[in-house]
């Protein structure tokens, strides 16, 4: 369903209230600089409610400049040596739109989401810069849209150099919070406030993860005529499929609990790009190619958010990119049996084993492991290995991830499950829909589904290895998806 799109002001809001000098300059950690050069972006829809677009606009505008007096870095701009952000209150940009689902309203175009065409729905694109008027890199814009119907879309692109996905959720809720009328934070028990402000949120953690200057930086480029067009797909797993998943892992899983809906449903979608890859190997030895068979492994990798694993804890509202990236599962090539495909019970037996790699993965990410990682000389051969088994500091550590992901043996799994973005409530309600939009290759994204029991999971893979993704019999027992 196509949506036509007209942008009606473009403006840009500044902190309430002048940035002081003691906080001109935000200093970037090693992972800030690690991170791919795109932005982070959400559209959070709203259902129809009786407050004019005039009101909420302005409501919007002012409590976002509030808000940048908390997150102030976010209005700021890069200074030329990449590793600080100048807070000078140039600003954020925030676009107001009109949107007309042609044929229908916003219910008709959230009944079968396309990710393409959403995509209007944002300020920028998100793997491209996005500038000021001075060619500035914009830090964070914000799309507010208006449907015929008296429907609302907040699209928000928030650069992933000085943020992560919880840094992203935790300012909406804080620019909802505000715009609400009220200036603390209230945590899931409701018993706890905790105050918006610039001393509870921007935190200098370059003492736990110094900066430094790498060779091998992330950058997510145009694709070129030889690379792989790549496809994205919204595959959704409610409730009751997941846990049918669940159960069916759990007769091989070893641990007394049984395995978390994030564990459940990532080692599915490893299970089925790994018989992908496996399916291409055979391929390649049948035209006698085994030569270029260099994968050993396939790797699975999860983000995991540092900010509760340190000691003593961070708070989730500290922004930045807390979390820790090369976290690797690795799972010999020359394991995959045929079997998987013939019976459900190799079938569970193997996602056992996949789901129980990657917790060994995410649980060995702890304080102590993690400073000696950050703490290590990058050309330190003799020291202990980290988390990840890999020697080295984490300057070694993020080359070998870019090293594998090039290589194109690596799916990448990023959780924002748990994250509050269905409680982003601006004073009309709670989202009807979180939409997200995948900003890089071989990423797998899992987002709550509404009713926070669901997930759904945003697959990004080559075109050819898509058409085999969705017709693999467990992605078609276990999900949902538009064909």
């Known amino acids: 369903m196509a949506l036509k799109v007209e942008i009606s002001r473009r403006v840009t809001i500044r902190p309430l209230s002048p940035t002081p000098a003691n906080r001109r300059f935000h200093n970037l950690t090693i992972l800030d600089q690690t991170t791919p050069a795109a932005y982070v972006p959400v559209c959070l829809f709203y259902l129809p409610h009786g407050n004019s677009t005039a009101i909420i606009a302005d409501a919007l505008k002012t409590s976002l400049s509030q808000t940048l007096e908390a997150y102030y870095p976010l209005a700021g701009r890069y200074k030329d040596d990449a590793l600080t952000v100048e807070c000078n209150d140039e600003g954020v940009e925030f676009v107001e739109a009109c949107v007309v689902v042609v044929g229908g309203d916003m219910s008709d175009a959230l009944r079968e989401p396309d990710g393409d065409r959403l995509l209007a729905l944002l300020p920028c694109r998100p793997r491209e810069r996005h500038v000021d008027s001075e060619g500035k890199l914009v830090l964070l814009a914000v799309q507010l849209n208006f449907f015929g119907c008296g429907g609302v879309a907040i699209g ?62 992330p950058a997510i480029e145009s694709p070129s005529n030889n ?10 797993f409610q409730s009751f499929q997941i846990a049918a998943l669940r159960s069916g892992i759990q007769s091989y899983w070893q641990q007394q609990q049984r395995p978390t809906r994030v564990q459940a449903v990532s080692a599915l979608i490893w299970s089925v790009v790994i018989k992908i890859a496996m399916d291409k190997k055979k391929t390649t030895i049948s035209h006698g190619d085994e030569q270029e068979l260099i994968h050993r492994y396939h790797v699975g990798m999860m983000v995991v958010n540092l ?56 649980g060995m990410v702890r304080d102590e492991e993690v400073r000696k990682i950050f703490e290590s000389s990058d050309n330190d051969d003799d020291c202990d290995k980290g988390s990840t088994g890999h020697r080295g500091g984490y300057s070694d550590l993020f080359k070998r991830f870019v090293e594998e992901h090039g290589k194109g043996n690596l799916v990448a799994f990023s959780s924002w499950c748990r994250f509050p973005f269905y409680e982003t409530d601006f004073g009309w309600g709670r989202p009807t829909w979180v939409g997200y939009f995948n900003m890089m290759d071989n990423l797998v994204l899992l987002i709550d589904g509404k009713d926070g029991e669901g997930i759904e999971a945003w697959v990004s893979l080559s075109d050819e290895d898509m058409y085999k993704f969705q017709d693999n019999y467990g992605i078609l027992q276990y999900a949902d998806f538009k064909s």
């Open 156 to 217: 928000i692109c928030m650069w992933h150099g000085v943020a992560d996905a919880c840094t992203l959720a935790s300012f909406l809720r804080a620019w909802a919070t505000i715009n609400l009328g009220c200036g603390s934070l209230v945590d899931a028990t409701g018993s706890t406030a905790q105050p918006i402000t610039a001393g509870s949120v921007v935190v200098d953690c370059t003492s736990i993860f110094p900066p430094t200057r790498i060779d091998a930086t």
């Open 227 to 236: 690379t792989p067009r790549t496809k994205i797909k919204r595959f959704v």
């Open 307 to 362: 900010r509760p694993r340190m000691d003593p804890p961070l708070p989730e509202q500290v922004m930045g990119n807390l979390v820790h990236v090369p976290v690797f599962a690795k799972w010999p090539m020359s394991y995959h049996n045929e079997e998987v495909e013939e019976t459900t019970e190799a079938a569970n037996e193997l996602r056992a084993q996949l789901a129980e790699k990657l917790r060994e993965s995410v």
